[in-house]
C-alpha cells in the first residue's frame, strides 16, 4: 500500500484533487471573479523572506500560546469552513485531529456535523456564526452553543454573497435524491475511494446543516439556510456589539481588513479579531490578510488579539505571520486537504508539516519561543504592506 503519509500542504491539495469528485474538489477550491484575492492569499507570503542566524540557535523552542483563553500547542487553529461532503466524519474528524495536536477546532455554522457531535470530540471548540436570520433565532443558536459547552464565539461578517467565477463554478444539488445523484454519477464513480469512504459509512452525505435549525424542526439543507443568511439585512455595530454582549464570553470577529473596523471591534470590546478575506473567496480585489496584518496589529494589537488567516500553507507562513503581528493563524483549505486526503490522520499530518515548518523556522531565526519572533525576522519586499482605513 502506497504511504499515506504526505510532506508538504501541496502534497495533500493534490492527493485531495485526485481523491475528491470534481465538483467536491472545486467547492473547496474556491476563490471568486478574477481569483486575485485567493492567489494575492498564497502569492504573498511567498514574497516574504527570512533573516536567519547560524549560532547560537536555541536547542529546544517553545511553539505553545493563548488564544482566548485557551492554551494551544502551537499558533495555529482550525479555521472554521462547511466541510459538506469531504469525509464521512466531517468537523468530527477535523475536532479529533485538532484535539490530537492541541488546538483548537473552528466549527461552521455551516458544518454538516452538530455542535452537540463536535465538542465531545475536541471540548476547545470555538463555535462561528454569521448575521443570520432573527435575534430571537441568533440567541437561541448562542445558547445551543453554550450549552454544547464551546470555548468562544466566532463572528464572521465579511461575506458579500459573491457567485461568479472566470472558471466556472461546479453544480452542487440542495438535496441528494436520484436525479441528483444520476447527474453526479460521471464523477462520483470516478472517485470510488471517496465513494467507497460514503458507503461504508452507511449513509450518504446529507447536504444539510444541523447546526442552524430551529428546536423541533429538521435541519434545513445547505441552500434553504443560505437563502435566509442572503434574506437577512446587514448588522449595524450595534447589532454586532448585542451579539458580543448576547454571548458574554470570548468573542471573536473574523474577516477584518481595515484598521477602523479594527478599531470599530475594539469599541465594542471583542476578545479578538482575524484579518481575514474568507480565503479569497468574497469580495475580490481585496489584498493578501497578510500585506493588511503589520497595519491592523500596530493600531490594534496591544489592546485585543490579533489573528489572520488567508494563504497559510507551511509553518514558514505561520512564523511570518506571527513576526508580523499574529498572535496565531487559523488554516482554512490547508485542513480541507488533509480531511480529503487521509481523514483524521490527514488533518494530523497538516498540523505536524507545520509544526516542523513553524520548529525549523524558529530554529534558523535563533528564536526560542512563538513570543520572541519580531518584524525583523521577516525580509519584507518594499511596498509589500496594505494599509487601508
Ligand atoms: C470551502 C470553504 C468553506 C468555508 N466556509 C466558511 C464558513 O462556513 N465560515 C467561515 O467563517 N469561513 C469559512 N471559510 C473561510 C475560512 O474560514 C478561512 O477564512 C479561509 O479558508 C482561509 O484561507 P485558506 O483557505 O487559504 O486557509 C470557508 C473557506 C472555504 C475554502
Given at each position: 500500500m502506497a504511504n499515506a503519509w504526505f510532506e508538504t500542504v501541496a502534497e495533500a491539495q493534490r492527493r485531495a484533487r485526485r481523491r475528491l469528485p470534481g465538483s467536491v474538489y472545486s467547492a473547496l477550491l474556491a476563490g471568486s471573479e478574477r481569483g486575485r484575492t485567493y492567489r494575492d492569499n498564497l502569492a504573498a507570503f511567498a514574497e516574504l523572506g527570512f533573516a536567519p542566524h547560524v549560532a547560537d540557535l536555541p536547542a529546544k523552542r517553545d511553539l505553545g500560546t493563548t488564544v482566548m483563553g485557551q492554551q494551544i500547542s502551537m499558533p495555529v487553529l482550525i479555521s472554521p469552513t462547511g466541510v459538506q461532503a469531504v469525509h464521512p466524519d466531517g468537523e468530527v474528524a477535523v475536532a479529533r485531529a485538532a484535539a490530537a495536536r492541541g488546538t483548537v477546532m473552528g466549527l461552521s455554522n455551516f458544518a454538516s456535523k452538530s455542535v452537540e457531535e463536535v465538542v465531545p470530540a475536541n471540548p476547545r471548540t470555538f463555535f462561528q456564526m454569521y448575521w443570520m436570520g432573527s435575534k430571537d433565532s441568533m440567541a437561541g443558536h448562542m445558547e445551543r452553543a453554550r450549552d454544547a459547552g464551546v470555548k468562544g464565539l466566532i463572528v464572521t461578517?465579511?461575506?458579500?454573497?459573491?457567485h461568479s467565477r472566470d472558471w466556472g463554478s461546479p453544480w452542487i444539488p440542495d438535496k441528494l435524491d436520484l436525479k441528483a445523484m444520476a447527474r453526479l454519477a460521471p464523477q462520483t464513480l470516478a472517485r470510488p475511494r471517496w465513494l467507497l469512504g460514503f458507503v461504508k459509512s452507511g449513509r450518504l452525505p446529507d447536504l444539510t446543516v444541523p447546526n442552524v435549525s430551529e428546536p423541533g424542526r429538521p435541519a434545513p439543507t445547505f441552500f434553504g439556510a443560505y437563502g435566509e443568511w442572503m434574506r437577512t439585512?446587514?448588522?449595524?455595530?450595534?447589532?454586532v456589539r448585542?451579539?458580543?454582549e448576547q454571548w458574554g464570553g470570548p468573542f471573536m470577529l473574523k474577516g477584518i481588513g481595515r484598521r477602523d473596523?479594527?478599531?470599530r471591534a475594539v469599541d465594542i470590546g471583542v476578545t479578538a479579531i482575524s484579518v481575514s478575506n474568507h480565503g479569497g473567496n468574497n469580495l475580490d480585489g481585496t489584498p493578501a490578510t497578510i500585506r493588511l496584518l503589520p497595519g491592523i496589529a500596530a493600531a490594534v494589537g496591544h489592546e485585543i488579539e490579533v489573528l489572520m488567516d488567508g494563504g497559510v500553507r507551511r509553518g514558514g507562513d505561520v512564523v511570518k505571520a506571527v513576526a508580523l503581528?499574529?498572535?496565531?493563524v487559523m488554516i482554512g483549505r490547508a485542513c480541507l486537504w488533509g480531511?480529503?486526503?487521509?481523514?483524521q490522520a490527514g488533518v494530523e499530518n497538516v498540523l505536524d508539516v507545520l509544526r516542523n515548518g513553524i520548529d525549523s523556522a524558529l530554529l534558523g531565526l535563533g528564536r526560542a519561543s512563538v513570543h520572541d519572533l519580531v518584524p525583523g525576522d521577516v525580509v519584507m519586499p518594499p511596498g509589500f504592506t496594505r494599509e487601508i482605513g
Open positions: 461578517l465579511d461575506w458579500t454573497f459573491s439585512p446587514p448588522p449595524s455595530w450595534e447589532d448585542w451579539m458580543r473596523d479594527a478599531r503581528g499574529a498572535r496565531a480531511l480529503a486526503a487521509n481523514g
